[in-house]
């Protein structure tokens, strides 16, 4: 189906190691999110993109966490010199337009363990 | 701070129970609502959603939730929930007033359904 897709499903850094993770959103969707989801938690808000824009990046632990969507299609968050607290499921979510009330819908996930 | 608080972590039913999983968030300002579920070994998906007009919504499966604006809640029921629903739910808010139209989740409800 052509849903939200992201790569790899699982990674496992050693702590220090820089990973980069990928998705795919939806074919013409303009907004395009993260989300951290840690263990036993609900999903928490890292970034925000409309087309190429990053417009809130407010949810960004630290410096070591950046963003980029360069063609306002695929995205990559990378993380650079992961620590051990960097272990979670990064989730990526696409809606079709810039408004508040769409639908985001969401990748399976990357399960990011760093040991 | 924007917050969402879901007051049952776990719940346990048997099937053909009544089921209602609580929600309730800070904000004073006008809201869009959200109830999303994850099935076992599946992504988020969107179970209902509530912009304005009636407060009462139905969604798929035969969920329906009920915004109360008075008490800041949006509290999800089902008459009689099935094995199949077996899942973790999340509710999520984005205010309107928030440019970046993130989504704001609870910690989430595992619901186990015993047949």
């Known amino acids: 189906g052509a849903g939200v897709s992201q790569s790899p499903r699982y990674k496992v850094a050693k702590r220090g190691q820089d990973v980069a993770l990928r998705c795919d959103p939806i074919?013409?969707?303009?907004?395009l999110f993260w989300y951290q989801q840690a263990l036993g938690q609900g999903p928490e808000f890292l970034t925000y993109?409309?087309?190429?824009?990053?417009?809130?990046k407010s949810g960004l632990p630290s410096d070591r966490f950046f963003a980029e969507r360069p063609e306002g299609s695929v995205s990559t968050l990378k993380i650079q010199r992961t620590q051990q607290e960097d272990s979670a499921v990064y989730l990526c979510?696409?809606?079709?337009?810039?408004?508040?009330?769409?639908?985001?819908?969401f990748g399976p996930g990357t399960r990011l363990t760093v040991l | 701070a924007q917050s969402v608080s879901q007051h049952n972590h776990h719940v346990i039913l048997s099937e053909a129970a009544s089921l209602e999983l609580g929600c309730n968030y800070s904000?004073?300002?006008?809201?869009?609502l959200f109830w999303y579920v994850q099935y076992p070994g599946q992504h988020l998906q969107l179970l209902l959603k509530?912009?304005?007009?009636?407060?009462l919504v139905k969604g798929i499966k035969g969920f329906e939730a009920e915004f109360i604006k008075s008490k800041f809640s949006f509290n999800l029921r089902k008459p009689s929930v099935q094995w199949s629903d077996t899942a973790e739910y999340f509710c999520?808010?984005?205010?309107?007033?928030?440019?970046?139209?993130?989504?704001?989740f609870g910690s989430g409800t595992r619901l186990l359904v015993r047949p």
């Open positions: 979510a696409s809606s079709f337009s810039s408004g508040g009330g769409d639908e985001q819908f």
């Open positions: 074919s013409g969707h303009v907004s």
């Open positions: 993109f409309q087309n190429e824009a990053q417009l809130d």
């Open positions: 904000y004073g300002g006008t809201v869009n």
């Open positions: 509530y912009f304005s007009g009636d407060p």
């Open positions: 999520a808010v984005n205010a309107l007033r928030d440019s970046s139209y993130k989504l704001i």
